[in-house]
Nanobody
C-alpha cells in the first residue's frame, strides 16, 4: 500500500507561481511512475504531468508544457510540481498519483494509476 500526501496549494494571482509537493510512504518509491492530475469543478480529472522512476523522462499535457515542471527526489520519496505563469484556467484540485512501472510507457489516464493522494486546492485569481 502506498500513501500519498500533497501540500503546497493555495491562492495565487494570475502570472504567479506555486510549488506542489507530494510525500510518498513506501519503501519501493522507485518502482513507481509519479503523476500529477487536476480536476476543476464540473470537469473530469485530467492528466497534468508524469515522471519515470529514475527521473530521466518527464511528460506534460499540452496545456501546461513550458509552464509546469515535474521533478522527484527518490532519496526523500518526494515528487514536486513547479507551476509558473499560472492562469485562471489552472484553478483545480491537484492530485498526486502513483503507477506501478512495468518498463513500458508512462500512463496518462486516470484508471492506469494505482494510488492517489487526497488532493490540494489551487486557485488562480485573474
Amino acid at each position: 500500500q502506498v500513501q500519498l500526501v500533497e501540500s503546497g496549494g493555495g491562492l495565487v494571482q494570475a502570472g504567479g507561481s506555486l510549488r506542489l509537493s507530494c510525500a510518498a510512504s513506501t519503501s519501493t518509491f522507485t518502482n513507481f511512475v509519479m503523476g500529477w492530475f487536476r480536476q476543476a469543478p464540473g470537469k473530469e480529472r485530467e492528466f497534468v504531468a508524469a515522471i519515470r522512476p529514475s527521473g530521466d523522462s518527464t511528460y506534460y499535457a499540452d496545456s501546461v508544457k513550458g509552464r509546469f515542471t515535474i521533478s522527484r527526489d527518490n532519496a526523500k520519496k518526494m515528487v514536486y510540481l513547479q507551476m509558473n505563469s499560472l492562469k485562471a484556467e489552472d484553478t483545480a484540485v491537484y492530485y498526486c498519483a502513483a503507477e506501478i512501472y512495468y518498463g513500458l510507457g508512462v500512463a496518462r489516464r486516470v484508471y492506469e494509476y494505482d494510488y492517489w493522494g487526497q488532493g490540494t486546492q489551487v486557485t488562480v485569481s485573474s
